[in-house]
């Protein structure tokens, strides 16, 4: 059996000499991401979910890097664009599942020209409209109907999916929806999803949506499979506990009831988030109080990531673990700000850390998951390179951005 490694890899059990050799040999801003970790996660996931489809969300990260390991360990891909199909397809994914979210018609064009070239493709359409545009694309294959089960969890308010009326169709109208579609396609699966970053106590709002699942799938019947999303958490917090992952998969099975159809569910955080860390290096240290540098003095740490390189912390309040992989100096209230010219550009405020020095190596945990993906190139900042381990080798996966890669696209009269 594959090795399924411990529940939870803290930030703490990355080794500091490793991590700053990394950053000498590829400089930073660096993405640090683990092949190892991953294999462990999507094994873990395998063997909770011995009998479920397990695909891998992977918008999570999309790097090649990561896809490979995550085909090989035996899990499909769930893609949000047509841009995740064809990078999941040139991976090597044999069936992939296509989750069309108000699918702009370029997105539409191109998974049914890859669907017509004979790649595996299952469509997830969340709307009548969606259905008709398959329709006129003469897209006959692979469907399934995403739901809005009317329950929702998640983290943060921003990635609560269940009962936003964004995504899916409304409950009531499900069989409805289903019905309808059967005319044209072959429906296979019914879909829904309740939000990113379940912990335990979300587990009830999880279990309803199973449970409204089962119940759908018994009326309309026929079906291969029922979806329930995927949204499994992570600790963040180095005391926070892991999600009990077979508990979670026992209260899903549970909750489903006796369907005929297979359960399966769509992870992306869970097989990410703890593989990577961001590398970020302190160039500026400044007391907040101008009595000095001394002492338990508040102080800002600049470094040369932003919001531009991991987004999380601006956009949900995100909570990274941060840790000095310099030095083990006393402790003081620090705020680890970006280079970047907004408010937000901050990764910690105030956090009691050890005080940072010019020149300090910075590490930021689970930036495995929406790290990289969400890097954007505001402000004119190139976004960082990646590299990747596998054993006890690590290679450049990503090349580091440069500024005229950014402004490669510009258009000169
Ligand atoms: N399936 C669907 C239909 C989804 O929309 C998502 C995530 C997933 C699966 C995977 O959810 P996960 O297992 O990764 O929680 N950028 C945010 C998360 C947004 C998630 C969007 N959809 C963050 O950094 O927290």
């Known amino acids: 059996a594959a090795d399924t490694g411990p529940a939870v890899r803290r930030l703490a059990d990355w080794s500091a000499a490793d991590l700053r050799d990394l950053a000498a040999e590829y400089d930073t801003p660096l993405y640090v991401t683990d092949r190892d970790r991953v294999r462990e996660n999507a094994a873990r996931l395998r063997a909770a979910f011995p009998d479920a489809d397990v695909h891998y969300a992977v918008k999570a990260h999309t790097g090649r890097a990561v896809l490979e390991v995550v085909r090989e360990a035996g899990l499909g891909a769930e893609c949000a664009s047509a841009g995740e199909v064809v990078r999941a397809l040139d991976a090597g994914f044999e069936a992939v599942q296509y989750t069309a979210v ?21 469509v997830v359409a969340g709307a009548r409209d969606t259905l008709d545009r398959l329709r006129e694309r003469g897209f006959d294959g692979r469907l399934a109907v995403r739901v809005n089960p009317g329950v929702g969890a998640g983290h943060h308010e921003k990635v609560t999916t269940g009962g936003h009326a964004k995504f899916g169709v409304p409950y009531d109208r499900a069989a409805e929806v289903v019905a309808d579609a059967r005319a044209d396609f072959d ?13 335990g106590e979300d587990l009830s709002a999880h279990r309803e949506l199973v449970a409204r699942m ?33 508990a979670v998969a026992d209260a899903t099975r549970e909750a489903l009831g006796a369907v005929d159809a297979q359960l399966a569910v769509e992870p ?21 109080d101008d009595a000095g540098a001394t002492g338990a003095v508040p102080v800002v740490a600049g470094v040369d990531a932003g919001m531009t390189t991991l987004l999380r912390p601006a956009m949900y309040d995100a909570y990274h673990a941060i840790r000095n992989l310099t ?19 901050l990764f910690c405020e105030g956090r009691s850390m050890p005080s ?52 490669a696209l510009e258009v000169e009269r």
């Open 268 to 288: 992306g955080r869970y097989v990410v988030a703890d593989a990577g860390v961001l590398l970020t290096r302190v160039n500026t240290v400044k007391p907040v």
């Open 327 to 345: 030095d083990d100096r006393p402790e003081r209230p620090v705020t680890v700000a970006g280079p970047v010219c907004e408010t937000a550009d």
């Open 356 to 407: 940072p020095r010019r020149g300090d190596l910075l590490a930021v945990g689970n930036a495995g998951a929406y790290g990289y993906e969400m890097a954007s190139t505001y402000n004119s900042r190139p976004r960082p390179a990646e590299v990747v381990r596998d054993g006890d080798g690590t290679r450049l996966a990503r090349e580091r951005e440069t500024i005229a890669d950014v402004t």
């Open 102 to 122: 108000n699918p702009p018609a370029a997105d539409l064009d191109v998974v049914v020209d890859r669907w017509r070239a004979g790649a595996d493709l299952t």
């Open 214 to 246: 089962g119940e759908l799938a018994r009326e309309v019947g026929d079906l291969e499979f029922v979806d329930v999303g995927g949204g499994f958490g992570v600790p963040y917090r180095e005391d926070e506990p892991p999600l009990d992952l077979p």
């Open 187 to 199: 429906v296979v699966g019914i879909h829904a999803h309740a939000g990113s970053g379940i912990s």
